[in-house]
């Protein structure tokens, strides 16, 4: 399904006519003119598709778009860590300025340049290749995840929380990029407190549905965030899934991650309305294990958290389907003569030891 | 900033050496009703007047004492709106402090950067001072700590102050009566004593706004119907 945005239409315009005109001579130089507004082209797939950005130079980055209320974004070479930088700067100055959002272009030039002409390959990120489930039943939302965090083939955590916190009553399990969860997840919960203590009432699910995906599509997916959403607030209990690029489902049980068909599978066939909170607790249990065993990604524990009116439980490592079964619990001994001696030699230390009273020697 | 024609600061020196625009800052605190704190042992207590400009004010609109954190509460003396914008900023620096440091603020932090802000305004282009004076409370790990912070930006930690229309009085009669190793729920009793002083007309529990916060370190505003238990206790 391509999209075609609207300002790429316009553009199409905008270069016909530039190329109508033909090439217009330097305009900066001259006494009392500014310079143009920097664009940058960006590399896409589709090159009959450009987006182009103008860069206003005033010191400050205020990106506008030609004709395109929404645009922001876009970077052809995501880095995790730079990404986060953005989103967990801490707002200086007195004054409540209008956030400048979207992606800081600075480096983009040089990283295209460096994986170009020096070869540098550009650094992976941590994906958590992740089991992660949610469910309605009759008194609220039971969500779940499995604690395997994975870099490429190997483990890199066993036991991970996947479940975060996002107010004491919605809670959100994460897939996709690690970091992206967690900072995304952390920086949403925030905001939400803030508007609880200006409102002085109970977040809604739908409030933390809107903040998420807002973000999730100005970064046009480069966020590597998939979540699942779940909370019981004054209108009842709720379920999302969000995507990276930034779209949200509505569902009474959802999968993501890389065993998402594992779980999914288990959910379309056990799966009824009005479960009671065992029933909810059980079928969850049974998806992620489902997902731990079939999907190399996602492994460990199973994690849940079930969410009511005014209660929530969240019970870590509620199985433990994979203990280390290896390690004896005894402990191990050697008795002497296990090992085989084939040759002594001995040297003696020289026998004048000299022990320096040095109480200066060590400074503090 | 700096293309506003009012790129200079309007608070500048006398020749006395006082910022007269400061001066004038704790006066309009001083023509404000009148709030006070106390540190017992155990918590801390703040409390202030509301007086409402008619009786046809919905009271359970105004609310004069805030939570800035779960374990950290503000009351004021002087201007509403200036007190609303700097509840707004001093919640948003704790949760950047939070999400920077995974670390929910300690008190003497969040009085410090909130009396940094109310300094910039002192120094800044365009702006005049902040109109009130805080009572700051919190319960952390070095235990129950009460903060006034001024106009100018200066902070002062208190066992026990007042602030506002009748601060002489106040701070008198506290000082008689405190002691070192007051309860809360004694340090209450001492909080509606101090406000029924100088309070005109009959004190009700419509008409004062108490928070208290506890060793559980949950800043709360007690409900009319709390204060009124309080209120039974003291007559």
Redesign the interface.
């Known amino acids: 399904l391509t999209r075609v945005w609207p300002c790429e239409l316009s553009i199409k315009r905008t270069l016909k006519r530039k190329k109508a005109n033909g090439p217009t001579s330097p305009r900066w130089g001259k006494p009392g003119t500014k310079p143009p507004p920097r664009s940058f082209l960006l590399p896409q797939s589709n090159p009959d598709s450009l987006l182009q950005l103008h860069i206003r130079d005033s010191g400050e980055q205020q990106i506008e778009a030609t004709k395109a209320p929404l645009l922001v974004a876009l970077a052809p070479s995501p880095h995790s860590d730079q990404v986060r930088a953005l989103v967990?700067r801490?707002?200086a100055g007195?004054?409540?300025l209008p956030t400048k959002g979207g992606f800081d272009f600075g480096l983009c030039r040089r990283n295209q340049m460096l994986a170009e002409k020096q070869g540098l390959k550009i650094p992976g990120f941590l994906k958590t290749g992740t089991t992660i489930v949610g469910l309605v039943f009759k008194d609220g939302v039971v969500l779940g995840a499995d604690t395997r965090a994975t870099e490429g083939p190997i483990v890199a955590d066993k036991n991970c929380e996947k479940i975060h916190f996002m107010a004491p009553n919605i809670y959100c399990c994460g897939a996709g990029t690690a970091a992206d969860t967690e900072a995304v997840t952390?920086?949403v919960s925030?905001q939400l407190?803030?508007h609880r203590?200006?409102t002085g009432r109970e977040s809604r699910v739908v409030t933390a549905l809107t903040l998420l995906k807002s973000h999730l599509f100005k970064y046009q997916g480069h966020v590597s965030a998939a979540l699942v959403l779940g909370g019981v607030d004054c209108t009842g209990p709720h379920l999302h899934t969000v995507y990276p690029h930034g779209s949200t489902d509505t569902l009474p049980f959802a999968t993501m991650g890389s065993g998402s068909l594992a779980a999914m599978s288990v959910f379309e066939s056990k799966f009824k309305e009005g479960l009671t909170r065992e029933e909810g607790i059980e079928l969850v249990a049974e998806a992620i294990s489902a997902g731990i065993f079939n999907d190399l990604g996602s492994g460990s524990n199973v994690d849940v958290c079930v969410i009511t009116k005014g209660k929530t439980e969240y019970l870590r490592n509620h199985l433990l389907p994979n203990p280390r079964t290896y390690n004896s619990s005894k402990g191990y001994s050697f008795t002497k003569g296990q090992t085989e001696i084939l040759s002594t030699k001995i040297t003696q230390l020289k026998p004048n030891v000299e022990v320096a009273e040095g109480g200066d020697a060590m400074e503090e | 900033?700096g293309d506003s024609q009012y790129s200079f600061s309007l608070t500048t020196f006398s020749p006395s050496g006082k910022l007269v625009q400061i001066e004038h800052a704790l006066t309009a605190v001083g023509s404000g009703q009148t709030s006070l704190g106390i540190k017992a042992a155990n918590g801390v207590v703040i409390a202030t007047e509301k007086k409402l400009p008619s009786i046809l004010v919905d009271e359970t609109s105004v609310q004069k004492i805030?939570?800035?954190t779960p374990n950290i509460g503000v009351v004021y003396s002087g201007m509403g709106p200036d007190f609303r914008v700097l509840v707004?900023?001093s919640?948003?620096q704790a949760?950047?402090y939070?999400?920077?440091y995974k670390e929910t603020i300690p008190v003497t932090q969040l009085v410090r950067e909130t009396a940094a802000?109310m300094q910039?305004?002192t120094q800044?282009g365009g702006v005049r001072p902040f109109g009130v004076s805080l009572l700051i409370a919190g319960y952390d790990d070095n235990g129950p700590q009460l903060y006034q912070v001024d106009p100018s930006g200066s902070y002062f930690s208190w066992k026990a102050s007042a602030m506002g229309k009748n601060v002489s009085n106040a701070k008198t009669f506290l000082e008689k009566r405190y002691t070192e190793d007051m309860e809360l729920d004694d340090a209450i009793h001492t909080a509606i004593l101090t406000l029924k002083e100088g309070y005109e007309g009959q004190i009700s529990s419509n008409n004062i706004e108490i928070g208290i916060i506890r060793s559980d370190r949950e800043f709360k505003v007690l409900s009319p119907a709390e204060i009124k238990d309080f209120l039974e206790e003291v007559e």
């Open positions: 967990t801490p707002m007195s004054m409540d952390d920086m925030s407190q803030l203590y200006a | 900033m805030q939570a800035l707004r900023k919640r948003k949760q950047q939070y999400r920077l802000v910039e305004f800044s």
